[in-house]
């Protein structure tokens, strides 16, 4: 059974799965209904170095940058809609090709537009993320997003990090209200 974060929380991950070299992160939510405007949320991951930034741009992997330059991270594609159950987006990391200098791979959902349509993340529900062992297929860790960012556009969800040899995971909940150039321009990437 997956192990359930609480915001702040994390798991080794190499404990729960020894020898893990590779994890998918799937993401889900639902769009409330509102005004019938169309939703669209989108997942990125952000690799970032020991100074807390991205290596490069493109180290800023997302639908329209599909992997990192050395292919540790890649993103499963852009559902435009959330509709349906399940993962509606997945970023994968593998580790053993994630290079030496990277402290951590940041996973976020921005919604896309959502300062110029009004939206945010108060008017999604059931959001979250779960990391899952591609060895086996098996939930590792989920970490169901409360509803306390009612004004952001983009939410950091989890991070993920080798700390002493283990792959660990830390749940993180926290919002940008200036969407994804916000959150971009704190990671350190020029969107």
């Known amino acids: 059974m997956a192990v359930s974060l609480v915001k702040g929380g994390n798991v080794n991950l190499s404990k729960e799965a020894p020898g893990i070299s590779s994890v998918t992160v799937g993401l889900g939510w639902d769009a409330r209904k509102t005004d019938g405007q169309a939703f669209d949320l989108d997942a990125s991951a952000f690799v970032l170095g020991q100074d807390e930034k991205a ?29 349906g159950d399940g993962d509606d987006e997945t970023i994968k990391i593998d580790f053993a090709k994630l290079p030496d200098t990277v402290k951590k791979v940041v996973i976020a959902v921005t919604i896309h537009d959502g300062q110029v349509r009004g939206q945010n993340f108060g008017m999604v529900s059931n959001a979250y993320a779960r990391v899952i062992n591609d060895a086996d297929g098996k939930e590792l860790a989920r970490f169901d997003l409360s509803e306390d960012s009612s004004t952001n556009a983009a939410m950091v969800f989890v991070e993920l990090y080798r700390a002493n040899g283990d792959v660990k995971v830390k749940a993180i909940g926290e919002g940008w209200a200036s969407g994804l150039a916000g959150l971009a321009g704190a990671m350190g990437v020029n969107v």
């Open 55 to 83: 290596l490069s741009d493109t180290h800023f992997v997302f639908y329209n940058n599909k992997a990192s330059p050395e292919g540790a991270v890649s993103h499963g594609g852009d559902n435009l809609t959330g509709v």
